[in-house]
């Protein structure tokens, strides 16, 4: 008689408990992930804006003296322009005479975390690209 009663015991514990507990877990990693992407887009756009900028060389100083440094003004101008490009926003700023450093925000959406009142996860990148002409350093 008392295996009668205990029917369908655990299909109630897996409905009221484990079932919950899954969902939770699943949402968690759901949002996690989407964070995970949002700072790997963050830190790649923030690097190619970094490079498109260092790249940017001083064409006067390069034919007159032979120097090769970056046209400041003109690095971050080319590093806000791939910003505007790809649709990020984001700053640039000179990082010292031969470097340029950029800094963007991404923000994605959530999915299960907006149910408990936050709508989307912000991530910032940060990356510095430096101009090195030629080779550093002895040939051997």
């Known amino acids: 008689m008392t295996r009668a009663r205990e029917r369908g015991s655990v299909t109630l514990f897996t409905a009221a408990v484990v079932f919950p507990l899954m969902l939770l877990l699943a949402a ?25 900028g260092a790249g940017q060389v001083d064409r006067r100083a390069a034919y007159t003296g032979g120097r090769y440094i970056v046209d400041q003004a003109a690095a971050l101008r080319a590093a806000r322009a791939y910003l505007t490009a790809t649709g990020h926003t984001g700053s640039a700023t000179p990082a010292g005479a031969q470097s340029i450093q950029v800094r963007v925000r991404v923000a994605k959406s959530t999915l299960f975390l907006a149910l408990i ?6 991530v910032t990148g940060t990356a510095t690209a430096r101009l090195v002409p030629g080779v550093e350093g002895e040939l051997r």
């Open 117 to 122: 009142g936050i709508d989307d996860i912000t």
């Open 28 to 52: 968690f990693l759901w949002d996690g992930t989407a964070k995970l992407r949002a700072g790997r887009e963050a830190y790649n756009v923030a690097e190619e804006a970094a490079r498109a």
